[in-house]
């Protein structure tokens, strides 16, 4: 007869330093978690605190309020006869740590400190936090506010497994799956069962199977059934932690929770049997030998099982059936991740809503279509009754509690503005765009020409310096042509913030409005923006993705959205408009940028995710364009793009933040150090490149005049 129990696991929309709101969330899920059958539930990494809190875990308070809330969880209904795996930063020795802390019936039974810390790309955990010794256990005093309750005075801290009645339990930590050594291999080989896992792990395009596989590996190696726990959603900055909880046993995925969503919680729960797990171990006899090889761990005893008499009784219970990983393609990530980031950050700002700077190009029209995305998703929780989305759209619409939102269009017209910002520069063709995405999507739309304001900042200069700059088409320097671009520009951001703050104030509408940018990774990574213009705003959700990526994106939306309109920003050719139009020259941004945007995708891969200086990127590309472009090409190109990237480095210190959604984003606040000083002419760099090309192309030379010899 098999051995059957329930086990939940959860993603929690956790919000930094929101203490109140974090603890209902968590008591919430376990409410949950035992209406469904399970005494086993596990939470996100940092759930108590949010996992974004930065330097607030170098604050005695947050550790403080932590407990406190730990406290109010212990003291609840909802802690008896359950098992939980709650994550926390604790304090011992004056040494700060990030753990979890097992609750059993009430009590604590373990604090268990993570082992390996994140400390690349987005994560600076050893900024905040000490690593735990392997195999380390020593005892930790417990605060007075946590005695009372559980009658405890002292409890181990360290690297533990639960040893319960009926099974062994082992944690692990975000980072700690990914290691080499994860932890989850001896803990395995010395009898643990069930692997816990509890993370903040980010939504990056395309990263969703490297986690699954890692789970479904670790499984299928040690067998064994593994409960991985995540945040999900905007915590308070650049992140999107896009939950996607999971249940895998031996190898398979027995459930999966969604990687988008506007549920502040989301609970998924299934039912194995642990006569599985075992058989399956057993099968293998050099898995024995190493087991028996394998240090032990030091187990705490809990006096729990973790079945129901119910489940063993009833014949009609049965392990749930393993499934297919679920993936979203890249362009659904890009529909639905922004979306909801976009929700969080506008519910939780208490703002008004949104404004756009509407141009009629592919970018802020991408920064639409997600917007409108956004408003789809509200539409469809709020008729399924999400209270939370309810009580927030409400809010947002200016109503009461009879108004149900059942139009993207019709909300899309309460939260979202749009504004065509022209001048004698701009083509009819953008404007028309403009104003006819805007009908679709329903925004509140205006249309102005800025010409007067524009020619008032040309006449003040020209009455100072006796000086009247020219456009290079009318026979201007360059310095003259960009300065009369950047005009425009910087002007459109400050109507932007003028519009956002009046514009509601207009419709009688209370607060003020959020300025999105729609500035994409390729243009930052070479710098080709103003700074201080458009790309100047309070949010950005494209700013770190491709413009591969957002074509793809904005050719899916056409159809998903029913939105005939996209197809016109995809034939259209990208450009600023910052230029008089004539009949023999219309702008044009990669022939500004003196490179395409494929070729950007290309550099941005291979100097951040390849971590290429000028030298390797030419060593690679010379190979992989070596069949259309002499190695002096090649060369050109590389050394072009390196001098734009490194005169421009410093517009990305004053970068808006952006979703993060790509590998070789440009964000210069955390996840792109670079300097923004450099010697453009990279002197030694360049020289040695130069030398490689001439000598590849001598080479070759003389291997062609060899084989007309020959």
Known sequence: MGHLITLATCSLNQWAMDFEGNLQRILASIRIAKERGAKLRVGPELEVTGYGCQDHFLEGDTYLHSWEVLAEILKSDEAKDMILDIGMPVMHKSVKYNCRVIIADGKIVLIRPKIFLANDGNYRELRFFTPWTTRKVEQYYLPRMISRITGQTLVPIGDCVISTIDTCIGCETCEELFTPGSPHIAMGLDGVEIFTNSSGSHHELRKLNTRIDLMKAATQKVGGIYLYANQQGCDGDRLYYDGCAMIVMNGDIIAQGSQFSLKDVEVITATVDLEDVRSYRARMTSRGMQAENTPAYQREEVKMELTHSYIEEDIHVRPTKSRDPFYHTPEEEIALGPACWLWDYLRRSKTAGYFLPLSGGIDSCATATIVASMCRLVVKEAGEGNPDVLEDARRLAGEGKGY??????????????????????????????????????????????MDTVVKSIHTLFTLITGKSPQYKVHGGSETENLALQNIQARLRMLLAYLFAQLLPWCRS????????????????????????????????????????????????????????????????????????????????????????????????????????????????LVHEWGDDLPPTEVASKVKRFFFYYSINRHKLTTLTPAYHAEAYSTDDNRFDLRPFLYNASWKWQFNKIDKAAEELERKTRETELNSQVD
């Open 509 to 620: 509408v209370k607060g003020s409005l959020l300025v999105l940018g729609s500035a994409n990774v390729d243009e930052s990574l070479r710098g080709y923006l103003t700074k201080y213009d458009c790309s100047s705003a309070d949010i950005n959700p494209i700013g770190a993705i491709s413009k591969r990526d957002l074509k793809r994106f904005i050719a899916y939306a056409e159809k998903k959205f029913e939105m005939p309109i996209l197809g016109d920003f995809l034939d259209a050719v990208p450009t600023a408009e910052l230029e008089p139009i004539t009949e023999n020259y219309v702008q044009s941004d990669e022939a500004d940028m003196g490179m395409s945007y494929d070729d950007l995708s290309h550099y941005g891969r291979l100097r951040k995710i390849g971590r290429c200086g000028p030298y390797s990127m030419f060593s690679k």
């Open 404 to 449: 149900v939102p059942t139009d993207p269009r019709e909300f899309a017209g309460r939260i979202f503005y749009t504004c065509y910002m022209g001048t004698s520069n701009s083509s009819n063709e953008t404007r028309q765009r403009a104003k006819d995405l805007a009908n679709v999507i329903g925004s509140y739309h205006t249309d102005l020409n």
